[in-house]
T-cell receptor, first 114, second 115 residues
Framework: AQSVTQLGSHVSVSEGALVLLRCNYS??????LFWYVQYPNQGLQLLLK??????LVKGINGFEAEFKKSETSFHLTKPSAHMSDAAEYFC????????????FGKGTKLSVKP | DAMVIQNPRYQVTQFGKPVTLSCSQT?????MYWYQQKSSQAPKLLFH???????NEADTPDNFQSRRPNTSFCFLDIRSPGLGDAAMYLC??????????????FGPGTRLTVL
């Protein structure tokens, strides 16, 4: 069965510092991978996705992620954190050929210090 | 702009009093999903409609029902809300064609409080 592990329920960085949010998944088949961001009392907004092709995926707000099949990872990065990046981030996976149902990680809350 | 709309954004109900949450979409997507998200937890899929076909997750309580009268609208009915049903309820849509997958787009959510 699929599962998604996000290392670190809380991550704190200083404004301007590198943001690294980790995501590992377990699946024996091909997968589609997603990162969503959730601001307080709001729905989930898609940051980026990997379906196929280039393993380095660029998303909105300067975020990017790299799919590493050998490491079953899809870590999210941003070179320079901004105060507006403070939110909760969810990694999700969907197995290729499935009904497309998403399995979410438990989320990582990102804090940005001035 | 095409979007997913949820009404109301905040809903308060009493223990045991039926409540209905609404979701509409202007994306013309054929799949609509309902998720439950409790505080500091990941969203959990309750069920989804693929066109008119209803797909219930195995562990979704019978207390939760759904209706999809047309492509644009989908409703979540909670027949007898308990205190444990207090949560954010998220609606999402996607365009799923045979053999392919599209991204899920989420609405802003309805936060349900049970008194």
């Amino acid at each position: 069965a699929q599962s998604v592990t996000q290392l670190g329920s809380h991550v704190s960085v200083s404004e301007g510092a590198l943001v690294l949010l980790r995501c590992n998944y377990s699946s024996s088949v091909s997968v589609y991978l997603f990162w969503y961001v959730q601001y307080p009392n709001q729905g989930l907004q898609l940051l980026l996705k990997y379906l196929s092709g280039s393993t380095l995926v660029k998303g909105i707000n300067g975020f990017e992620a790299e799919f590493k099949k050998s490491e079953t990872s899809f870590h999210l990065t941003k070179p320079s954190a901004h105060m507006s990046d403070a939110a909760e981030y969810f990694c999700a996976v969907s197995e290729g050929g499935s009904q497309g149902n998403l399995i979410f990680g438990k989320g990582t809350k990102l804090s940005v210090k001035p | 702009d095409a979007m997913v709309i949820q009404n109301p954004r905040y809903q308060v109900t009493q223990f045991g009093k039926p409540v209905t949450l609404s979701c509409s979409q202007t994306l013309n997507h054929n799949v609509m999903y309902w998720y439950q998200q409790k505080s500091s937890q990941a969203p959990k899929l309750l069920f989804h409609y693929y066109d008119k076909d209803f797909n219930n997750e195995a562990d979704t309580p019978d207390n939760f029902q759904s209706r999809r009268p047309n492509t644009s609208f989908c409703f979540l009915d909670i027949r007898s809300p308990g205190l444990g049903d207090a949560a954010m309820y998220l609606c999402a849509t996607s365009a799923r064609l045979a053999g392919s997958l599209d991204t899920q787009y989420f609405g802003p959510g309805t936060r349900l409080t049970v008194l």
